[in-house]
Nanobody, 108 residues
Framework: QVQLLESGGGSVQPGGSLRLSCQVS??????MDWYRQVPGKRREMVGG??????PFYMPWAEGRHTVSRGSTNTWYLQLNNLQPEDTGVYYC?????WGPGTQVTVSA
């Protein structure tokens, strides 16, 4: 089973940015999805990268957040112009394997 570990979360002020990382333990991971869970809501997709290397985003994330792939088993989610409603736990996932998540807190 693939093991995933997110990092890069933290506390920022509104308008701030964070780059989240997802470190993957296995080779052969060619796609990645990112989700988040904000308080009081169901876990929702942010976006991801397909096996063909094509990034995609949910409409609310389009133009504000960016997914990318690093050189060695690392995937990234760049979060920009963060707002308090973006506060939550962010996860990477691949074929049913999930990381433990990383907390993002946005407050003035």
């Amino acid at each position: 089973q693939v093991q995933l570990l997110e990092s890069g979360g933290g506390s920022v002020q509104p308008g701030g940015s964070l780059r989240l990382s997802c470190q993957v333990s296995a080779r052969g991971v060619d796609a990645m999805d990112w989700y988040r869970q904000v308080p009081g809501k169901r876990r929702e997709m942010v976006g991801g990268i397909t096996a063909a290397g094509i990034p995609f985003y949910m409409p609310w994330a389009e133009g504000r957040h960016t997914v990318s792939r690093g050189s060695t088993n690392t995937w990234y989610l760049q979060l920009n112009n963060l707002q308090p409603e973006d506060t939550g736990v962010y996860y990477c996932t691949f074929l049913g394997s999930w990381g433990p998540g990383t907390q993002v807190t946005v407050s003035a």
